[in-house]
């Protein structure tokens, strides 16, 4: 089966920098889109940022535009979030997702979930 595991989370002070990883095993990690989600308690699921098979397109949330980045190491089945200029507002479960297409564009293209890091913005 595929299984995304995501690391890296922790702790921060606000505008602290955190880096997120998600390591895919059991499919064929360099045909797959990827994105980033996080929640918070109580609230919805929102979208982050994504990145395409191929590394060369990705898209973020209004909210972190700017801020954060997305990338990919095919050689290590890896996908990166670096996220600077942290707010409390930043706060929740981060979740990594695949989708066999290769440039998602909606939810329901995403077929494979990790459980998540959690990310706590204080001071």
């Known amino acids: 089966q595929v299984q995304l595991v995501e690391s890296g989370g922790g702790l921060v002070q606000p505008g602290g920098s955190l880096r997120l990883s998600c390591v895919v095993s059991?499919?064929?990690?360099?045909?797959?889109?990827i994105g980033w989600f996080r929640q918070a308690p109580g609230k919805e699921r929102e979208f982050v940022a994504a990145?395409?098979?191929?590394?060369?397109?990705?898209s973020y949330g209004e909210s972190v535009q700017g801020r954060f980045t997305v990338s990919r190491d095919n050689a290590k089945n890896t996908v990166y979030l670096q996220m600077n200029s942290l707010k409390p507002e930043d706060m929740g479960a981060y979740y990594c997702?695949?989708?066999?297409?290769?440039?998602?564009?909606?939810?329901?293209?995403?077929?494979?979930w990790g459980q998540g890091t959690q990310v706590t913005v204080s001071s």
């Open positions: 997702a695949a989708a066999r297409t290769g440039w998602p564009l909606r939810l329901l293209d995403y077929d494979y």
């Open positions: 059991g499919g064929t990690f360099r045909t797959y889109g």
């Open positions: 990145t395409s098979a191929s590394g060369h397109y990705s």
